[in-house]
């Protein structure tokens, strides 16, 4: 130390070591070689201070930039890339190392040097008391009862550049009083608000101790936020104002030239900072890093400039000495300029490079990611600003590191700031051997990254990768089928990908083909029926996903798997990803070209460009869903324009949007029944034809004042569709399409008609069929029929059509007449195949399926006689519906089947619906409170070995942990089939065990397992706040008699997943209020009086006189309170509004019933 300087010259080596060591490098963990750190007290060069103290000067900090060789490139980044930056990868939160005091060299040694102990993987200690406690602890920004540099910043009338300057303006009066205060400053802005006075500046070796002091004093009140990180709304400025405030005084220290002609300032604010950045205690660490990355970002611009300049002078120069006559005292004024720059600019390099080799290095993977997201948006701020020294390798490398960080935020930066790069294509060639080493990771985060928004941000980054010709045609093809992606803002953004490597597919195929315009000539003039050089487009687009999805082919068990865990009512993948094509490729916007496409026959081409449009048959499905989002898109956009709330749009353009609806509508109906004749024989093409009639405005037709004819013959090739299909998504979409046509009343009558015909044609087949004595061996047909019965029960009331008894037309000679007259109604043909003994398990998926088929058009039957009774509660019912008959079918399908079998799965769910949807009478007028009635008991076992079943499967396949059911709750189940289930699953388990299934098939499994444990646990709920199951009688000591199910399914319910606790968590909204402490005998009985006297009150003002039999009714009966009805209500009666009206007429009882459901 100098000894007329009030400031030593700063010690900031963090690592203790010997004096008499000569090493000049050791070895990290990782192999990589590094550097000992320079010591400043070594260096020889003095500078004389603004108050005439000679100062030291740094000659070297750690090494010139760039020292790193590529020896050393390479060896640290093969064992970086594989997860060990420099040996010190992210630290576990859960590992700490116990603090101990500063070591210190013997006193004996003429140098000395600190370190900091290990930092914790928290803020050093463990918060004491709850988050409110610790929050009052927070450090926030005012300027009030603040003094210093701190005061000065944040309070108003000051701006940072005054404030910079009034503190140059001190350093040289006092640098010691200077300095002090912007170290006291940067430690206030941590939260902390111990200080250090100036014999801590003065000896700046002993920094590491003053800071670790520092430490301790502020972690004894355990802060849990400081202002950097801090969410209330006074410390919203507080980042920038301090970032901003030490870029404004590297500036105007740069502007003065005190920067460089008075290094203390720099080496002092490195020393302090650099020594906070490396502290165990985050406010502490994470300030300190800030403020130097903002430093770093300045001198990075300082540089520049410097750089710039110097360039300038240069030109300067060598435009002087070319002159006629030389001014050789100018030449050399300039030439003593140039290097005056170049020195600054090496000075200022020379900062940066200390701020990166003592900050950087450790806390771009240090443990908190705020602090990883600070050092990558830095890094990326210096390869822009300075690319000549920033932009190699050895920096860029830190951007790969960092692409497999664990927390999103960090690889979400990266992505970000890597976009930055690649987005200015002068950067290409210095970014290939980066793009070489990291692409395959690029595209593994675009295609499995966990986050959504890092997948979306990663695709728009690989497709400017894409443009400079870097990826490989596997990673485009692994993008590319990105557009099956089951998330939207990933299939958007793979549109710009996927639209470029069409056009590169159409380009080559055009050059193919003898280029652009030698087709125009051969093509002629394009005409709607004559091919078109767009179709060529087409063909690439669905050659393309054809391509893509040829992998999800290969797989067609999983994706079975896929479709039945798919959520009903969703978009298919292909019209998913045909919605992606038609934003991304304008050929699809054309609706009425891909039509004509589809239309036109090429199957006897033989000119070239015919022969390479010919289309297979899986890219014909994909045009149909292309044609269906362009048309479907068009629509829309042509509806939008002309919703009034748009601004202010002409009369004439909405009368054009009104206009171009029209015209879309009646050119559609046109070509829909051709469509259907050309790909209505294929089912897989007829659902996609038949999903255009949805988007159908059929009053057009009105409008338009066409002949009903025209939509007459619409509704015959949809019924045609309908009777001559049984594929499930055929008739799933011609009933749709028929549900469409019948909400348009002007032509109500036209498809009550139709509707009628396929009705009568399918009732009249059903028995037919069935008139047969040998029925069982025409299963197929049968199946087909009732599948048919089925979706036309979807769609209208089937009440009239179910208990038709007309005899069917004899037209088959071996067909016999029918056993009994009894059987001819649907109904009860329906009854007759539940109940046949030759449908079992053996009997094969056909037989199945009828089952399956059957059971849906009962229960729809038994919906429609459930309305039909509500909407005409109030007149005279002559015939009540009876479930009995149906309900005893479904137990004996049970019991013939094992626990987990599928027909067993969906009997027991139809019989629980069944008893559910006529709970929804329980509060409705007294004469139809007989139609409510529990389960059947013998149901109960079979059940509870059900959910057993599935419980273990599930439990099985996800390799979880289960308890044990009691014996006595299932003790009436039947042993046989629990144990043949036991064994099946066993042998399911063991299949998987031995590779036979791949990892994503048996994810794909588990799902589906949990899928099916959570429906039919779901239905077993409902049933049970219903009241129709698990309310079990009592004897007369008070026992029950049946088994005790919601006990039962409960048992497990915190160790199989969120999903299925939260299907059960709906058994406990009801008991929300069950732990309300009961009153004294004769407080209740006042209590009750009153509430008594208000309810029959309020109930004589209801037009409904019956309800006050729910009012006062037992206790006992009710046994579920006033808010198990309106979980009841929620359940299985949403729409009645009487019985809401009860509801809320009941409310003052609802503290008793809440005790009683306690009970």
Same mark, same amino acid.
């Given at each position: 130390?100098?000894?007329?300087?009030?400031?030593?010259?700063?010690?900031?080596?963090?690592?203790?070591?010997?004096?008499?060591?000569?090493?000049?490098?050791?070895?990290?963990?990782?192999?990589?070689?590094?550097?000992?750190?320079?010591?400043?007290?070594?260096?020889?060069?003095?500078?004389?201070?603004?108050?005439?103290?000679?100062?030291?000067?740094?000659?070297?900090?750690?090494? %010139?930039?760039?020292?790193?060789?590529?020896?050393?490139?390479?060896?640290?980044?093969?064992?970086?890339?594989?997860?060990?930056?420099?040996?010190?990868?992210?630290?576990?939160?859960?590992?700490?190392?116990?603090?101990?005091?500063?070591?210190?060299?013997?006193?004996?040694?003429?140098?000395?040097?600190?370190?900091?102990?290990?930092?914790?993987?928290?803020?050093?200690?463990?918060?004491?008391?709850?988050?409110?406690?610790?929050?009052?602890?927070?450090?926030?920004?005012?300027?009030?009862?603040?003094?210093?540099?701190?005061?000065?910043?944040?309070?108003?009338?000051?701006?940072?550049?005054?404030?910079?300057?009034?503190?140059?303006?001190?350093?040289?009066?006092?640098?010691?009083?200077?300095?002090?205060?912007?170290?006291?400053?940067?430690?206030?802005?941590?939260?902390?608000?111990?200080?250090?006075?100036?014999?801590?500046?003065?000896?700046?070796?002993?920094?590491?101790?003053?800071?670790?002091?520092?430490?301790?004093?502020?972690?004894?009140?355990?802060?849990?936020?400081?202002?950097?990180?801090?969410?209330?709304?006074?410390?919203?400025?507080?980042?920038?104002?301090?970032?901003?405030?030490?870029?404004?005084?590297?500036?105007?220290?740069?502007?003065?030239?005190?920067?460089?002609?008075?290094?203390?300032?720099?080496?002092?604010?490195?020393?302090?900072?650099?020594?906070?950045?490396?502290?165990?205690?985050?406010?502490?660490?994470?300030?300190?890093?800030?403020?130097?990355?903002?430093?770093?970002?300045?001198?990075?611009?300082?540089?520049?400039?410097?750089?710039?300049?110097?360039?300038?002078?240069?030109?300067?120069?060598?435009?002087?000495?070319?002159?006629?006559?030389?001014?050789?005292?100018?030449?050399?004024?300039?030439?003593?300029?140039?290097?005056?720059?170049?020195?600054?600019?090496?000075?200022?390099?020379?900062?940066?490079?200390?701020?990166?080799?003592?900050?950087?290095?450790?806390?771009?993977?240090?443990?908190?990611?705020?602090?990883?997201?600070?050092?990558?948006?830095?890094?990326?701020?210096?390869?822009?600003?300075?690319?000549?020294?920033?932009?190699?390798?050895?920096?860029?490398?830190?951007?790969?590191?960092?692409?497999?960080?664990?927390?999103?935020?960090?690889?979400?930066?990266?992505?970000?700031?890597?976009?930055?790069?690649?987005?200015?294509?002068?950067?290409?060639?210095?970014?290939?051997?980066?793009?070489?080493?990291?692409?395959?990771?690029?595209?593994?985060?675009?295609?499995?990254?966990?986050?959504?928004?890092?997948?979306?941000?990663?695709?728009?980054?690989?497709?400017?990768?894409?443009?400079?010709?870097?990826?490989?045609?596997?990673?485009?093809?692994?993008?590319? #089928?990105?557009?099956?992606?089951?998330?939207?803002?990933?299939?958007?953004?793979?549109?710009?990908?996927?639209?470029?490597?069409?056009?590169?597919?159409?380009?080559?195929?055009?050059?193919?083909?003898?280029?652009?315009?030698?087709?125009?000539?051969?093509?002629?003039?394009?005409?709607?029926?004559?091919?078109?050089?767009?179709?060529? %487009?087409?063909?690439?687009?669905?050659?393309?996903?054809?391509?893509?999805?040829?992998?999800?082919?290969?797989?067609?068990?999983?994706?079975?798997?896929?479709?039945?865990?798919?959520?009903?009512?969703?978009?298919?993948?292909?019209?998913?990803?045909?919605?992606?094509? @038609?934003?991304?490729?304008?050929?699809?916007?054309?609706?009425?070209?891909?039509?004509?496409?589809?239309?036109?026959?090429?199957?006897?081409?033989?000119?070239?460009?015919?022969?390479?449009?010919?289309?297979?048959?899986?890219?014909?499905?994909?045009?149909?869903?292309?044609?269906?989002?362009?048309?479907?898109?068009?629509?829309?956009?042509?509806?939008?324009?002309?919703?009034?709330?748009?601004?202010?749009?002409?009369?004439?353009?909405?009368?054009?949007?009104?206009?171009?609806?029209?015209?879309?509508?009646?050119?559609?109906?046109?070509?829909?029944?051709?469509?259907?004749?050309? @790909?209505?024989?294929?089912?897989?093409?007829?659902?996609?034809?038949?999903?255009?009639?949805?988007?159908?405005?059929?009053?057009?037709?009105?409008?338009?004042?066409?002949?009903?004819?025209?939509?007459?013959?619409?509704?015959?090739?949809?019924?045609?569709?309908?009777?001559?299909?049984?594929?499930?998504?055929?008739?799933?979409?011609?009933?749709?399409?028929?549900?469409?046509?019948?909400?348009?009343?002007?032509?109500?009558?036209?498809?009550?008609?139709?509707?009628?015909?396929?009705?009568?044609?399918?009732?009249?087949?059903?028995?037919?069929?069935?008139?047969?004595?040998?029925?069982?061996?025409?299963?197929?047909?049968?199946?087909?029929?009732?599948?048919?019965?089925?979706?036309?029960?979807?769609?209208?009331?089937?009440?009239?059509?179910?208990?038709?008894?007309?005899?069917?037309?004899?037209?088959?000679?071996? %067909?016999?007449?029918?056993?009994?007259?009894?059987?001819?109604?649907?109904?009860?043909?329906?009854?007759?195949?539940?109940?046949?003994?030759?449908?079992?398990?053996?009997?094969?998926?056909?037989?199945?399926?009828?089952?399956?088929?059957?059971?849906?058009?009962?229960?729809?039957?038994?919906?429609?006689?459930?309305?039909?009774?509500?909407?005409?509660?109030?007149?005279?019912?002559?015939?009540?519906?009876?479930?009995?008959?149906?309900?005893?079918?479904?137990?004996?399908?049970?019991?013939?089947?094992?626990?987990?079998?599928?027909?067993?799965?969906?009997?027991?769910?139809?019989?629980?619906?069944?008893?559910?949807?006529?709970?929804?009478?329980?509060?409705?007028?007294?004469?139809?409170?007989?139609?409510?009635?529990?389960?059947?008991?013998?149901?109960?076992?079979?059940?509870?070995?059900?959910?057993?079943?599935?419980?273990?499967?599930?439990?099985?396949?996800?390799?979880?942990?289960?308890?044990?059911?009691?014996?006595?709750?299932?003790?009436?189940?039947?042993?046989?089939?629990?144990?043949?289930?036991?064994?099946?699953?066993?042998?399911?388990?063991?299949?998987?065990?031995?590779?036979?299934?791949?990892?994503?098939?048996?994810?794909?499994?588990?799902?589906?397992?949990?899928?099916?444990?959570?429906?039919?646990?779901?239905?077993?709920?409902?049933?049970?706040?219903?009241?129709?199951?698990?309310?079990?009688?009592?004897?007369?000591?008070?026992?029950?008699?049946?088994?005790?199910?919601?006990?039962?399914?409960?048992?497990?319910?915190?160790?199989?997943?969120?999903?299925?606790?939260?299907?059960?968590? @709906?058994?406990?909204?009801?008991?929300?209020?069950?732990?309300?402490?009961?009153?004294?005998?004769?407080?209740? #009985?006042?209590?009750?009086?009153?509430?008594?006297?208000?309810?029959?009150?309020?109930?004589?003002?209801?037009?409904?006189?019956?309800?006050?039999?729910?009012?006062?009714?037992?206790?006992?009966?009710?046994?579920?309170?006033?808010?198990?009805?309106?979980?009841?209500?929620?359940?299985?009666?949403?729409?009645?509004?009487?019985?809401?009206?009860?509801?809320?007429?009941?409310?003052?009882?609802?503290?008793?019933?809440?005790?009683?459901?306690?009970?």
């Amino acid at each position: 130390m100098s000894p007329s300087s009030p400031i030593g010259t700063p010690d900031t080596s963090l690592e203790l070591h010997d004096d008499n060591d000569n090493n000049t490098a050791r070895r990290r963990v990782s192999g990589r070689v590094r550097s000992k750190p320079v010591l400043l007290s070594d260096d020889a060069y003095l500078s004389q201070a603004s108050n005439g103290v000679k100062r030291k000067r740094v000659e070297s900090r750690a090494g %010139k930039l760039g020292d790193l060789s590529d020896e050393e490139l390479e060896g640290g980044a093969t064992s970086s890339s594989e997860g060990d930056h420099d040996g010190e990868d992210f630290r576990a939160p859960g590992r700490r190392k116990k603090k101990g005091g500063s070591a210190r060299k013997p006193a004996a040694k003429k140098s000395r040097t600190m370190t900091l102990p290990e930092r914790p993987a928290v803020n050093g200690i463990k918060k004491a008391g709850n988050a409110r406690k610790a929050r009052a602890k927070t450090a926030e920004v005012a300027a009030e009862g603040e003094t210093g540099l701190f005061s000065e910043i944040f309070s108003e009338g000051h701006t940072v550049e005054a404030v910079a300057a009034d503190w140059i303006s001190r350093w040289e009066q006092n640098n010691t009083e200077a300095m002090t205060d912007l170290v006291n400053f940067v430690i206030r802005c941590s939260g902390c608000r111990e200080t250090v006075d100036v014999h801590a500046i003065e000896d700046p070796d002993n920094a590491v101790s003053k800071l670790t002091d520092l430490q301790d004093e502020f972690q004894q009140l355990a802060p849990s936020d400081y202002p950097l990180i801090s969410k209330l709304k006074a410390n919203a400025s507080f980042r920038p104002t301090i970032t901003n405030f030490f870029e404004t005084l590297i500036q105007a220290c740069h502007a003065s030239g005190v920067l460089y002609s008075d290094l203390a300032i720099i080496e002092n604010i490195e020393v302090w900072v650099s020594t906070m950045s490396s502290a165990g205690m985050r406010p502490f660490r994470h300030t300190a890093t800030v403020i130097s990355l903002a430093i770093a970002n300045q001198l990075c611009r300082v540089a520049t400039e410097n750089s710039e300049n110097a360039a300038k002078t240069e030109r300067q120069k060598d435009g002087e000495q070319k002159k006629k006559k030389v001014n050789q005292q100018r030449v050399k004024e300039l030439a003593a300029k140039v290097i005056d720059l170049q020195r600054k600019r090496e000075q200022a390099l020379e900062s940066i490079q200390s701020i990166f080799n003592t900050v950087f290095v450790h806390r771009y993977r240090d443990v908190d990611p705020k602090i990883r997201v600070d050092c990558v948006t830095a890094l990326g701020n210096w390869i822009v600003t300075l690319p000549d020294v920033f932009f190699e390798g050895i920096y860029l490398r830190y951007l790969g590191w960092v692409l497999s960080d664990p927390i999103a935020a960090t690889r979400a930066e990266v992505i970000k700031q890597l976009t930055r790069l690649y987005k200015n294509k002068d950067n290409v060639a210095r970014l290939r051997q980066f793009t070489e080493r990291f692409r395959s990771r690029m595209v593994e985060m675009a295609t499995r990254d966990s986050e959504v928004g890092i997948r979306a941000s990663t695709v728009d980054l690989l497709d400017l990768i894409r443009e400079t010709g870097l990826l490989e045609p596997a990673d485009i093809d692994n993008i590319g #089928r990105l557009v099956f992606d089951t998330e939207p803002r990933v299939r958007k953004a793979v549109t710009g990908f996927f639209a470029e490597n069409i056009q590169d597919m159409y380009d080559d195929s055009v050059e193919e083909l003898g280029g652009e315009n030698e087709l125009a000539e051969s093509l002629g003039e394009e005409s709607e029926s004559s091919p078109r050089l767009g179709w060529l %487009k087409l063909k690439c687009v669905v050659e393309a996903l054809q391509a893509y999805d040829a992998d999800a082919d290969q797989d067609g068990a999983s994706h079975e798997l896929m479709a039945s865990l798919a959520a009903a009512g969703t978009d298919s993948r292909y019209a998913l990803a045909a919605q992606t094509v @038609y934003d991304g490729v304008e050929a699809t916007r054309d609706w009425e070209m891909v039509a004509s496409y589809l239309l036109y026959d090429l199957s006897a081409a033989t000119a070239p460009f015919d022969q390479r449009c010919q289309l297979t048959e899986k890219e014909e499905i994909l045009l149909l869903e292309v044609l269906n989002a362009s048309v479907k898109q068009n629509l829309l956009d042509a509806a939008d324009a002309d919703k009034p709330s748009k601004a202010k749009r002409s009369k004439a353009r909405r009368n054009e949007s009104t206009e171009t609806q029209e015209m879309i509508a009646s050119n559609l109906a046109a070509i829909i029944p051709n469509l259907l004749r050309k @790909y209505g024989s294929a089912s897989s093409t007829a659902s996609v034809v038949l999903r255009l009639e949805h988007v159908l405005n059929l009053e057009i037709f009105q409008e338009l004042r066409q002949d009903s004819t025209a939509y007459a013959s619409l509704l015959d090739d949809i019924n045609k569709q309908f009777l001559t299909h049984a594929d499930t998504a055929v008739l799933t979409e011609a009933s749709t399409a028929l549900l469409h046509a019948r909400s348009f009343e002007d032509l109500e009558e036209v498809t009550q008609g139709k509707v009628d015909e396929l009705w009568d044609n399918t009732i009249s087949s059903l028995k037919t069929y069935m008139s047969l004595e040998d029925w069982v061996e025409q299963v197929q047909g049968i199946s087909a029929t009732v599948r048919r019965i089925a979706h036309l029960a979807s769609i209208m009331d089937c009440i009239v059509f179910f208990h038709t008894e007309k005899t069917p037309s004899v037209r088959n000679k071996k %067909k016999k007449t029918p056993s009994s007259s009894e059987t001819t109604c649907i109904f009860d043909l329906c009854l007759i195949i539940l109940r046949e003994p030759a449908l079992d398990s053996e009997a094969g998926d056909v037989a199945d399926d009828l089952l399956t088929s059957t059971m849906k058009a009962l229960l729809l039957y038994y919906m429609w006689r459930v309305r039909d009774v509500q909407v005409r509660s109030t007149e005279p019912i002559t015939g009540y519906p009876d479930p009995e008959q149906f309900a005893l079918a479904l137990i004996n399908i049970m019991q013939s089947r094992h626990p987990t079998d599928t027909i067993r799965l969906a009997a027991l769910g139809n019989l629980l619906d069944l008893y559910t949807l006529f709970a929804t009478f329980r509060h409705k007028d007294a004469h139809l409170q007989h139609l409510v009635q529990p389960v059947d008991a013998s149901a109960e076992p079979l059940l509870l070995a059900t959910f057993t079943a599935l419980e273990k499967n599930y439990a099985k396949k996800s390799k979880r942990k289960v308890e044990a059911p009691l014996t006595d709750s299932v003790d009436d189940a039947p042993e046989d089939d629990d144990d043949d289930d036991d064994n099946d699953l066993e042998s399911d388990e063991d299949g998987q065990q031995n590779g036979s299934l791949t990892a994503e098939r048996r994810q794909q499994e588990t799902m589906l397992a949990e899928q099916r444990l959570c429906e039919t646990t779901g239905k077993i709920v409902l049933a049970i706040v219903a009241r129709v199951l698990d309310h079990a009688s009592r004897d007369a000591e008070g026992g029950r008699k049946r088994p005790n199910i919601r006990d039962r399914i409960i048992t497990n319910k915190l160790r199989l997943g969120s999903n299925f606790k939260e299907v059960l968590a @709906y058994l406990d909204n009801p008991a929300s209020k069950a732990s309300k402490k009961k009153r004294p005998a004769a407080q209740t #009985r006042k209590a009750e009086q009153a509430r008594k006297a208000k309810s029959k009150a309020m109930i004589e003002d209801e037009e409904d006189s019956d309800d006050d039999v729910d009012v006062d009714g037992d206790a006992e009966e009710d046994d579920g309170g006033e808010e198990v009805r309106e979980e009841e209500d929620r359940i299985v009666d949403p729409d009645d509004e009487d019985e809401e009206a009860q509801v809320n007429g009941n409310g003052e009882n609802a503290d008793d019933e809440d005790e009683i459901m306690g009970d």
